[in-house]
């Protein structure tokens, strides 16, 4: 039972154009929506988070914009960077759900290239 | 200004075998969170520990697999008469005692268990 689903296995983008990373989801009890980055043989990287009640959130190049009647989020990178080229795990923590326990898609990798 | 420390980055070990994954939290956690990532999968919790004490398990399968995070030292992860199925990637993350909803948890770099 799949409750956050990255339906794009991988993405492909031009060096500084926008990459657009989607993620869907089924539990209408997620509370917070979080982004992760991974790059091979390492841990994920914490990028953004946003909170159920709001509609967007922005740092730096990394905006995330969330539609909840859709159950949908997206994490836009503008500009893209080759070194932006990882997997990109969006994550989920549902409410009254225990402190550490996220919810994980499957990814998607996103290859920017030069 | 060491992060989450995991040991050892690899393990190989035969069917039958005890697997023993080690993870020191970052200097001033005293939470800690094991993950499992299964080939072409996602991270999937498995156990939230604070010193001496399971907090949640919910993700642990039942037999075999076991969790402590002792008052001094890192956090164990045990995994005895490991099968091939066992092989995967596993990651610990940690994080204050109180971590805001929608906090960002800090990762190692992982163990990679091969199971042959």
Redesign the interface.
């Known amino acids: 039972d799949q409750q956050?689903k990255q339906n794009s296995p991988s993405l492909s983008v031009q060096e500084g154009r926008i990459s657009i990373l989607n993620c869907d989801y089924t539990n209408s009890m997620f509370?917070?929506f979080?982004w992760?980055k991974k790059y091979p043989?390492?841990?994920?990287?914490?990028?953004i988070?946003?909170?159920s009640i709001k509609d967007k959130n922005e740092d730096g190049r990394f905006t995330v914009f969330l539609n909840k009647s859709a159950k949908h989020l997206s994490l836009h990178i503008v500009p893209s960077q080759p070194g932006d080229s990882a997997v990109y795990?969006c994550?989920a923590?549902r409410y009254g759900g225990?402190?550490?326990?996220?919810?994980?898609?499957?990814?998607t990798k996103l290859s920017v290239k030069p | 200004n060491a992060g989450v420390m995991q040991n050892p980055r690899h393990l190989v070990r035969r069917r039958g075998q005890e697997a023993r994954l080690r993870c020191s939290p970052m200097k001033g956690h005293s939470h800690v969170y094991w993950y499992r990532q299964l080939p072409e999968e996602g991270l999937k919790f498995m156990v939230y520990l604070q010193k001496e004490n399971i907090i949640d398990e919910s993700g642990m399968p039942k037999e075999r697999f076991s969790a402590e995070f002792p008052k001094e030292g890192p956090s164990i992860l045990r995994i005895q008469q490991v099968v091939r199925g066992d092989s995967a990637a596993y990651f610990c993350a940690s994080s204050p005692s109180r971590a805001p909803r929608g906090y960002g948890y800090t990762f190692g770099s992982g163990t990679r268990l091969t199971v042959v």
């Open positions: 956050v509370d917070y979080l992760y043989a390492e841990g994920p990287t914490f990028l988070s946003i909170s795990f994550a923590t225990s402190q550490g326990n996220l919810i994980f898609g499957k990814g």
